[in-house]
């Protein structure tokens, strides 16, 4: 069996490093020239760094990452709503990792290399379409700088992790809308500078109607600077195209934190020192009937979209690729497997997208604000209580896949 995945992005490579484990010859084809480590910071949950800990990338990962300790909830006046454990520091047996994306694609990607070989990893090729008989699959490809027709390849099985906007996903699917709107734009940066809190603490602050801030960590400094994440979220009628790479101006968002001057951070002073700012909207797509195709299927993003609000986007596609890995490497009917693979995965990741959509983590920053009429509050007890803050959390980890009880082995 000889499998081809669409896309070098984290679902594909993780995918790459799970069918080998699993004796599975596969080839990766990216679309851009050289794969770059392009972005800004993302988090992995502890049910993904187990799968990437199983694959023997856990201890590069962790040399280039933050293990989160804890995730704080503060109003947009500063005041502080609730604090819990992250990652190990919450009894997980893997850690959760603040980490740039990029440098978690490049650990992937090396890891690629040296396990598949140089010739494993194919970039400036674009699929374009897929064609299937009884025995395997025709992709059909161009040069993606040119676009000039690449002799058609075969293979036994294609796994399309080609992100957001799917060519393969559009091939099956071509009456489905490119995206959902949320509502709500995004500013994202990264910024060098003093650590804040614990120095390894995600902040989660204020609410949408006003402006909202996501902070976090990814990277230490020899000097004792970190490199902070960031990103601004602000209830807007209009967006921009949903490309990861167009800057973003701080004239279009700063003013809703002019006056987020808390003692433990200065956010204006941070956005303004950033040394990137990207603009994104927050999007996703309505959940799909199916992923599988005979022996074709779909992978993370291209599988199942979602809002970037319980910090699982790359955690989900890791877990398709554990999930794919599993059923080709468990029987010799191709199409059965994808068959199975899409029964364990799609259900869960549907249910993750509704959730994102109405109950994320941060949902407690929103009831805060609903019971305080957006005011600040004398004492956060009188607003709303422990265990409805622990409910809350509790029911996001049990729909995401990482809660401690069933993930931790006994």
Known sequence: MTVTIIGGGVGGLTAALALKARGIECRVLESARQIRPLGVGINLLPHATAVLDALGVLRALEAVSIATKEAAYYNRFGQLIHVEPLGRAAGYAT???????????????????????????????????????????????????????????????????????????????????????????????????????????????????????????????PDGTQLMNWVAEIET???????????????????????????????????????????????????????????????????????????????QAILDAKALAECLGGQADPVAALRDYEARRLGPTAQVVRTNRTAPPDAIIREVWQRTGDKPFARIEDVISADELAAMLDGYRKVAGYDKAALNPP
């Open 95 to 221: 850690p959760q990792l603040s980490i740039h994306r990029g440098e978690l694609q490049m650990v992937l990607l090396d890891a690629v290399l040296s396990r598949l070989g140089a010739h494993a990893v194919r970039t400036g090729i674009r699929c374009v379409g897929v064609e299937q008989d009884a025995d395997g699959v025709t992709l059909r490809l161009h040069d993606s700088e040119t676009g000039q027709a690449l002799p058609p390849e075969r293979a036994s099985v294609v796994v399309a992790a080609d992100g957001i906007h799917s060519v393969i996903r559009r091939q099956f699917f071509p009456d489905e809308a490119p995206y959902l709107y949320s509502g709500v734009n995004m500013w994202r940066g990264v910024t060098r500078m003093k650590p804040i809190l614990s120095h390894a603490t995600m902040v989660r602050a204020g609410w949408l109607a006003h402006g909202k801030m996501v902070i976090y960590p990814i990277r230490d400094h």
């Open 237 to 315: 009628p209009s967006h921009a195209e949903n490309d990861w790479a167009k800057p973003g101006r701080l004239e279009d968002f700063l003013p809703a934190f002019a006056g987020w001057h808390f003692d433990w951070l200065d956010v204006p002073a941070m956005i303004r020192a950033a040394d990137v700012v990207l603009e994104y909207p927050m999007v996703d797509k309505d959940p799909l009937s199916r992923w599988s195709h005979g022996r074709v299927t779909l992978l993370g993003d291209a599988a199942h979209p979602m809002y970037p609000r319980g910090s699982n986007g790359a955690g």
